[in-house]
């Protein structure tokens, strides 16, 4: 069965890190453009950070600019979310996006806490 599976959030104080992960079962991330999204309570879902399917192009949110890095290692199968500097509006499930096409993939999401 063709997933993603995200892990990896948790609760954290603030200026903690967190990092989340993202697989991919019963298919190939590395021809896939990688996004990672959150969706907080009562809010839509934004756009974090995105890696082009080679890894050398990277766009993150200016919210979240000098903070946060997206990452992959395609022979892994895996995409990355590392997070610094947290602050309590980071809270949100975060999702990972694949995209190809009109081949589009979405992880179940991970909760993110930010909190003292």
């Known amino acids: 069965q063709v997933q993603l599976v995200e892990s990896g959030g948790g609760l954290v104080q603030p200026g903690g890190s967190l990092r989340l992960s993202c697989a991919a079962s019963e298919f190939t991330l590395s021809r896939y453009v990688m996004s990672w999204y959150r969706q907080a309570p009562g809010k839509e879902r934004e756009l974090v950070a995105t890696?082009?399917?080679?890894?050398?192009?990277?766009n993150v949110a200016d919210s979240v600019k000098d903070r946060f890095t997206i990452s992959r290692d395609n022979p892994k199968n895996m995409v990355y979310l590392q997070m610094n500097s947290l602050k309590p509006e980071d809270t949100a499930v975060y999702y990972c996006k694949a995209a190809w096409g009109f081949q589009v993939y979405w992880g179940q999401g991970t909760q993110v806490t930010v909190s003292s």
């Open positions: 890696i082009s399917s080679s890894g050398t192009s990277t």
